[in-house]
């Protein structure tokens, strides 16, 4: 039965796939959000009413389900009215589950995507490679896969694609045929109070409702984990699926695939880094116990860019390249300035870090420390709250005076001002944090044209 769905915060990257996918499947979408975006204007181009800033008038009387973020509180006055007209209220997460469930139980295989780090690109991954080699996956993804132009698709192929975030526990909703964990480490500690034993507590529930589940068995966090009916994959220790002979050059990656010992197929990514090599490596063994031939597809992996925000290049002027990462966390800083390294020179990196949450980066504070050891030159940010109250001693301007980096206050628009005049051919900026700081590249690009005209 179609249905008409109200979206609180519809512009965010997660919220807006699910709006999309929706009109994809025939159902009727409105909804908010307090500024407008490049992902709003594709939904209204899909046929959504959106509105730009939050009123109890923009919630249609006859919205059948609302669906809200964590990020929306009680105070909304859309959610308000919703409550006083007793209307069926979703956090994004319950749609996600709806949506998946009703995809199984039309035949689709229901993949998702979980762990710390590496959700978006290896969901991403796996539906372009699945789209590319015409298998027409659904998905839902934290990003926009290159060559297809979007995070969300609704199509009438055997396979459902998701990333599934554990941010706020709602992991355990799901119950997807088959559920892989790249790694496990200790994230999201606002929510997470106990560190490590919480976060596994989660993702054994979220296994014990997996029909299959598929680790990475060189991750301390994901070989915690337990269940039966595991799937391996792996380098350093035997797995089910590994990557031997691995060749790493500037311009990709290269490496043989073994299942149970025996050699299935051969690799080649534009994408480096060895945290890639992990990234296909679970897709393969997602996709190959899926029932996917590997060898028909395996093309795709040389064509596939990379998700956006992640590494993904915004602007060049005067022989000086500027990326955007989405990477926040300790070990994905380190992952992507080594790739990036390897690819340009540790001497030509310039590391603009935006630390993301207060909580995050005390939590967080000494492997933060350690993580930039591949870039030449580290700025650091003022913090991005995410709707969160200081923490006295936990600032930007803290952290870099014990690391001994550079600090830049401000907004970001400041930033790329007191950034452009120290900058020289050769250098490589790359943007890292979940917040503003993707505006670097615009706001570089904004002063540097303003100022040759």
Known sequence: MLKKYHFIAIGGIGMSGLAKYLLEDGHSVSGSDIVDSKYIDAIKKMGANVNIGHAESNLPNDTDTVVVSTAIRDTNPELQKAKKLGKQIFHRSDLLAEVAHKAQNDNKTFIGFAGTHGKTTTSGM?????DMGGAEPAFVVGGIVPEIHTNAQHKRGAYFIAEL????????????D????????????????????????TFNTAVAKAKKTIINIDDAGARSVNGTNMITFGIKNNADYMAKNIVSAPNGTNF??????????????ELTGLHNVYNALSVIAALGEAGVDINKIKSHFKTFSGMGRRFQKVYEFDRIQIYDDYAHH???????????????GKQNIVAVFQPHRYTRLK??????????SNAGRVIVTDVFEASEDPIPGITG????????????PGKIEEVAKQIIPTLKPGNVVVGLGAGTITALGKFIKEQTQMHVK
């Open 397 to 408: 301007r803290d952290f870099a005076a014990q690391a001994k980096f550079e600090y830049m």
């Open 165 to 176: 975030d554990e941010s706020d526990g709602t992991l355990v909703k799901y119950s997807p």
């Open 330 to 344: 300790p070990t994905e800083i380190n992952a992507v300035l080594d790739s990036a390294a390897t690819k340009f």
């Open 178 to 201: 088959i559920l892989v964990i790249n790694n496990l480490e200790e994230d999201h500690l606002d929510f997470y109070k106990n560190g490590m034993p919480d976060i596994l507590k």
């Open 126 to 130: 796996a539906s372009y490679v699945l």
């Open 363 to 372: 939590g967080l504070w000494n492997e933060f420390m350690g993580a930039f």
């Open 256 to 269: 043989d695939v073994y299942y149970r010992g025996k050699k299935l197929t051969n690799i080649t990514l």
